[in-house]
């Protein structure tokens, strides 16, 4: 860990945001929505056990191994969310129904029942706004450098859902433009790995947060990664699929800029407001 963290209005709680790795000069930036399962001592338990809250729906399993292990593999930043989305769910937009959810999975979560406006408006400004502009903070350098960019947004999805298995070994979600994550897909596949696209989630404008605000909203290059949990639920696993994506990724960029060019912010930037 950089020893860097970012904390909300109450600064009595833990940091909302930490942030592994170093700038190594690359294009990567690595963000995860879902690495964290702390929950604010003002909140308790939520009234969900810790045996639950273990489960995929307070965090992405083993999504924090992977992205540590790749940001030093990569030298990129990694920007962490530190609490569960069971408290705020950072890869939805302030409002979204599923942003503090009630019911997950078919357990009911009691400290989320009945939330007043000023309740959810608490926690959004602690927990989603401030790690929202820790991302945009460092997106922001880059552009004043005028260095080009690649976000890449870490998740992890539960091997079963709903009684159906999922075979996908990892899934690439892209909506607007998905250059880089067809590339980063047909490497994958070379593997011999089952990929999904826009499998088991497709990334839309109003189911997501974090690509459409960062990546699609500023032109900027992205991708977002789904890794199968039960890949990744232990260390040897997380290594794994840290050391193959830090060896593909780069092949990824490096095919989109012979393709596509190389797209730096500040041409991003100028292109997002032109949209």
């Given at each position: 860990m950089t020893g860097e963290a970012v904390t909300g209005t109450n600064a009595k709680e833990p940091p909302c945001v930490a942030?592994?790795?170093?700038?190594?000069?690359?294009?990567?930036?690595?963000?995860?929505?879902?690495?964290?399962?702390?929950?604010?001592?003002?909140?308790?338990?939520?009234?969900?056990?810790?045996?639950?809250?273990?489960?995929?729906?307070?965090?992405?399993?083993?999504?924090?191994?992977?992205?540590?292990?790749?940001?030093?593999?990569?030298?990129?930043?990694?920007?962490?969310?530190?609490?569960?989305?069971?408290?705020?769910?950072?890869?939805?937009?302030?409002?979204?129904?599923?942003?503090?959810?009630?019911?997950?999975?078919?357990?009911?979560?009691?400290?989320?029942?009945?939330?007043?406006?000023?309740?959810?408006?608490?926690?959004?400004?602690?927990?989603?706004?401030?790690?929202h502009a820790r991302i945009t903070q460092e997106l922001d350098a880059r552009l004043k450098a005028g260095r080009p960019t690649v976000v890449v947004a870490l998740h992890s999805f539960t091997p079963e859902f709903g009684g159906v298995k999922r075979p996908w070994q990892v899934g690439l979600l892209h909506n607007h433009d998905k250059r880089l994550a067809i590339l980063l897909m047909d490497l994958l596949r070379k593997e011999g790995l089952t990929v999904g696209d826009n499998e088991p989630y497709a990334l839309t404008d109003t189911s997501d947060y974090t690509i459409p605000t960062h990546g699609e909203k500023r032109c900027l290059p992205h991708v977002e990664?789904?890794?199968?949990?039960?890949?990744?639920?232990?260390?040897?696993?997380?290594?794994?699929?840290?050391?193959?994506?830090?060896?593909?990724?780069?092949?990824?960029?490096?095919?989109?800029?012979?393709?596509?060019g190389t797209i730096t912010d500040e041409q991003a930037d100028a292109e997002g407001a032109i949209a």
């Open positions: 942030v592994y790795g170093t700038d190594g000069g690359g294009p990567f930036v690595l963000v995860s929505d879902h690495a964290g399962r702390a929950v604010p001592s003002y909140l308790g338990d939520l009234g969900v056990s810790a045996a639950e809250r273990a489960r995929h729906i307070g965090w992405d399993i083993g999504i924090d191994g992977v992205g540590r292990a790749l940001a030093q593999k990569l030298q990129a930043v990694l920007i962490e969310q530190v609490y569960s989305r069971l408290v705020i769910d950072c890869n939805r937009a302030p409002g979204h129904p599923t942003s503090i959810v009630k019911i997950s999975d078919g357990t009911s979560v009691p400290a989320n029942q009945d939330l007043t406006m000023e309740q959810r408006a608490y926690r959004e400004n602690t927990i989603l706004h401030p790690y990664i789904e890794i199968r949990q039960d890949l990744i639920a232990h260390v040897a696993g997380q290594e794994e699929w840290a050391t193959r994506l830090a060896r593909l990724l780069p092949e990824a960029w490096a095919c989109f800029c012979q393709i596509y």
